[in-house]
C-alpha cells in the first residue's frame, strides 16, 4: 500500500464514529445543580445546594432574598424546586422556607459587601449500618417532594477559589431566566432551567468577582457557573466557580438634533459578572 493511501485510510478511521461513546459535555448529574427560588411575591431567583458534609445550604444572589443591601425581605414564604441528580428520574425536589423564622433561628447570612447569601437549610446525618445519607430540615424549612435519588449537592472539593481560576476557559451558566420570552407564548418552561455556555472573559482582582462572556438575564441572579478545566487532551475537571449577580450594561447616549435633547439607552452587553465561591465560603465558615 503507498504512504498517501495509508495516510487516506488512516484518516477515514480516526473521524468513523465510535458508537456507543458518546457522552453529554458535563456530567450527567451536574444538570440538577441549578434551583428556582419562588418568593410568594412573586418575585423569581436562582441558586443551588452546597454541602459541607455536614450541613447543607442554599447559596443565591443576596438580592434574590433582600431588597437592594437591606435586610428587608422580598418576601416571606419560598419554593425551592430542583431536580434529580439522575436525568432519566421524574419528579421534583422541593424545600419550603418560612424566610421570617429562619432570620430568627440565624440561619441566613448575608454577606456585608458583596452580593450573596446563603441559607442553613438541613443537616446530613449518615446511617451507621448502611451507610446512606439523608437529609434532616432545619426549623423554617421543610422538604415536601423528594425523587428517589434525592438533592444534588455542590461539595467543597468541587468549588474552586478566586485565585485558581483561569482567564479563557469555558463555562456554563445555569439558572432559570424567567423573565425571557413573552407570557403565554410557551417557548419556555419556567419551571425548567436553561444553561449558557461561555468563556471567563476576565475578572476583578480588587473585588473577587468573574467577568463571564455570556449574557444573563433577570431570574439568573444565584445561579451556579461551572468551569472546565482541561487537565490533558482527554480529561477535563469540573468546578463550581462563582455566583451570577447580574449583566453588564451598556450605556449609549442618544442625541436627538431636532429637539436639541438626549436620553441615555441602557442595553445588556452580552457579559455577566458573577461573585466568587470565596465569599461564599466565608459565609459558611462563620461560628
Known sequence: MSKLAYVFLMALVSMAPLEGLAVRA???????????????????????????????????????????????????????????????????NIIRLDLPVLVTEKRIRK???????????ADVEENAATGQKSLRTVIGASLMEKTPAGILCVSLEN????????????????????SLSIKGDQQIDPVRPLLRFGIV??????????????????????????????????????????????FVPFA????????????????NSGYTVAVSMDPVLELISMP
Not at 159 to 178: E, L, Q, S
Not at 215 to 237: F, H, M, Q, T, W
Not at 252 to 267: F, R, Y
Request: aromatic content about 10%; some cysteine.
Open 201 to 246: 472573559a476576565g475578572t476583578n482582582p480588587a473585588r473577587k468577582t468573574i467577568i463571564l462572556d455570556c449574557p444573563s438575564y433577570p431570574g439568573n441572579s444565584g445561579g451556579p457557573v461551572l468551569e472546565v478545566e482541561k487537565i490533558d487532551p482527554i480529561n477535563l475537571r469540573f468546578h463550581v466557580i462563582g455566583v451570577v449577580i447580574q
Open 111 to 121: 454577606h456585608s459587601t458583596e452580593d450573596v447569601a446563603v441559607v442553613y437549610v
Open 159 to 178: 468549588v474552586k477559589p478566586f485565585d485558581k481560576i483561569w482567564t479563557a476557559n469555558t463555562i456554563y451558566m445555569f439558572g432559570y431566566p424567567t
Open 26 to 92: 458535563i456530567p450527567d448529574d451536574n444538570l440538577a445543580y441549578p434551583v428556582l427560588v419562588s418568593l410568594d411575591t412573586g418575585s423569581k431567583g436562582s441558586g443551588f445546594f452546597l454541602s459541607t458534609g455536614t450541613s447543607v445550604y442554599l447559596v443565591t444572589a443576596a438580592h434574590v432574598l433582600f431588597e437592594d443591601s437591606s435586610w428587608n425581605l422580598r418576601g416571606r414564604q419560598v419554593e425551592l424546586l430542583c431536580y434529580s441528580k439522575k436525568p432519566d428520574e421524574t419528579g421534583k
Open 252 to 267: 449609549e447616549t442618544m442625541v436627538n438634533l431636532k429637539s436639541d435633547s438626549k436620553s441615555l439607552a441602557i442595553s
